[in-house]
């Protein structure tokens, strides 16, 4: 019995959030093309998300945008919980908490781009100004602050070529 009602609340919570929370979500995107899946609990600044077409982000993934785009091409897929940076702060501003210093310089707000036909892994970072060259895969768990070639495997905690 138990096992039956979970099934039903299951399937139910799914077609939820089908019919209802991923459309919702899609039309906070600034653009998408067809076949855009975006999973459960994908936050942060989507109106700064440009998708192309077969796109899907995991669930839990995290956009992170105040002025620069995430421009996504066709056919990325994104694991679970990847998360988006395009911005920093300025740290040149002494005599002044950070928490203070709203003022942002053109370089502390950079665009983030996935050329296309990529795979993003598990727990990626990507940082402002990086571009993901068409076909490179990220491993899972990278954190990556500089650009990755076309058609490369790029994976670690400091983001170097390892295939």
């Known amino acids: 019995m138990n096992k039956a009602i979970y099934i039903i609340m299951t399937m139910l919570s799914k077609g939820m959030y089908k019919l209802i929370e991923e459309p919702i979500k899609k039309c906070m995107l600034n653009e998408y093309g067809r076949n855009v899946h975006i999973g459960h609990n994908v936050t942060g600044n989507l109106e700064n998300v440009i998708c192309g077409n077969n796109v899907s982000l ?31 702060h300025r740290i040149d501003v002494t005599g002044m908490p950070m928490i203070q210093v709203t003022e942002k310089l053109p370089e502390n707000d ?54």
């Open 58 to 88: 995991g669930g839990d993934n995290l956009f992170l945008s105040s002025n620069a785009k995430v421009r996504i091409g066709d056919n990325v897929m994104f694991g679970p919980r990847v998360t988006v940076i395009t911005g920093d």
């Open 110 to 163: 950079q665009d983030v781009v996935f050329e296309g036909d990529n795979w993003i892994g598990a727990n990626v970072t990507i940082l402002k100004g990086v571009t993901v060259g068409e076909g490179a895969v990220i491993a899972a768990g990278a954190v990556v602050s500089r650009n990755v070639e076309k058609y490369s495997v790029w994976g670690g905690d400091s983001s170097k070529k390892i295939a």
